[in-house]
Nanobody, 125 residues
Framework: VQLVESGGGLVQAGGSLRLSCAAS????????LGWFRQAPGKEREFVAA????????DYADSVKGRFTISRDNAKNTVFLRMNSLKPEDTAVYYC???????????????????WGQGTQVTVSS
């Protein structure tokens, strides 16, 4: 499974970005998917996740109401729409795939077996 993120960049506080993650896998719809981020000097942290059907999602408290995760199984792609961005959202954002789909998506990094290379998001104040 290969995951390739795109859509990162530099944006002013209050702005928006949409991240995409394209997966090269035949059975994309069998995976739960997540977005994580890692700021310099900090551990990788959970941002958002979605189940294999797209029916259930979960978000970190810090992004609830601002970020939206979605997936398009026909295009093997998962998205992260980020609105009202803050300087503290600055990080490298990673998408990840969990090959054991669950009733609710996992928020733990250890659950996800496949990771993309990351895309930088920088929010200026």
């Amino acid at each position: 499974v290969q995951l390739v993120e795109s859509g990162g960049g530099l944006v002013q506080a209050g702005g928006s970005l949409r991240l995409s993650c394209a997966a090269s896998v035949r059975t994309f719809s069998n995976y739960d998917l997540g977005w994580f981020r890692q700021a310099p000097g900090k551990e990788r942290e959970f941002v958002a996740a979605v189940t294999w059907t797209g029916g259930r999602t979960d978000y970190a408290d810090s992004v609830k109401g601002r970020f939206t995760i979605s997936r398009d199984n026909a295009k093997n792609t998962v998205f992260l729409r980020m609105n009202s961005l803050k300087p503290e959202d600055t990080a490298v954002y990673y998408c990840a795939a969990d090959p054991r789909p669950k009733y609710s998506p996992s928020t733990a990094t250890t659950t996800y077996e496949y990771w993309g290379q990351g895309t930088q998001v920088t929010v200026s104040s």
